[in-house]
């Protein structure tokens, strides 16, 4: 059984381009969270998406940032316009309970995302 | 959440039980102690949670005090794999609030 699958692993991109960051939930999970990790910090939550839902996006910069869950397909997160202070781990999560989680959340491996 | 309080780091001999404590003064009732660890900046990984029992699963065990104002968790026999940060949350909800953590290190 496959764990949460993010991709890609790393991506490097210049300041004002786009990054797509992507994740496949585990198999029966419907419940998706992003979190991002600056260095040295812990992870900070930014949003929880059910299919095609957005429930909360209290922890998502206002601007440039977006996500989305479609019907078919991987949750993507996109960063529009990088800047250097979006370089981090985005580290994806899937779970099978709802918005009253008392079960594990599983994480992917991380995407790590540099600006130049 | 609770804000949750850790020590920034210990060490501990391989085969030695670990103990991680964590503060959690202002856990309200409803809010379970969570406890992942994360390796080499991979992505966390559950170990195990409880709302006021303690609880024992194949990795650790988990004591939390009556008040609920504290836990431990315990990992009986450490290996040099078992290095890692491990993160102590208190949530009722699915927005983790990830600490610092502390940083275990396991000594040969």
């Known amino acids: 059984n496959a764990g949460v699958m993010q991709n890609p692993r790393h991506l490097v991109r210049r300041r004002g381009q786009e990054a797509r960051l992507r994740c496949s939930p585990m198999?029966?999970?419907?419940?998706v969270y992003w979190y991002r990790q600056l260095p040295e910090e812990g992870l900070k939550f930014m949003v929880y998406?059910?299919?095609?839902?957005?429930?909360?996006e209290s922890g998502m910069p206002k601007e440039r940032f977006s996500a989305e869950f479609p019907k078919e397909g991987p949750s993507i997160l996109r960063i529009q316009q990088v800047v250097r202070g979006d370089s981090a781990a985005y580290f994806c999560?899937?779970?099978?309970?709802?918005?009253?989680?008392?079960?594990?959340?599983?994480f992917g491996e991380g995407s790590r995302l540099t600006v130049l | 959440d609770a804000k949750t309080t850790q020590p920034t780091s210990m060490d501990c001999a391989e085969g030695r039980a670990a103990n991680l404590p964590c503060n959690h003064s202002?856990?309200?009732?409803?809010?379970?102690v969570y406890w992942y660890r994360q390796i080499h900046s991979q992505g966390p990984q559950y170990i195990i949670h409880?709302?006021?029992n303690n609880e024992t699963n194949e990795m650790a065990s988990l004591i939390i005090t009556e008040d609920r104002k504290s836990s431990t968790l315990i990992l009986p026999h450490a290996t040099l794999r078992d290095t890692a940060v491990y993160y102590c949350?208190?949530?009722?909800?699915?927005?983790?609030?990830f600490g610092t953590g502390t940083r275990l290190k396991v000594l040969a």
């Open positions: 202002t856990i309200s009732g409803n809010e379970y």
């Open positions: 998406l059910q299919k095609e839902n957005i429930i909360d």
């Open positions: 999560a899937s779970s099978w309970t709802g918005t009253e989680n008392t079960g594990e959340l599983f």
């Open positions: 409880g709302l006021k």
């Open positions: 198999k029966g999970h419907s419940h």
């Open positions: 949350i208190a949530s009722g909800t699915y927005k983790y609030i």
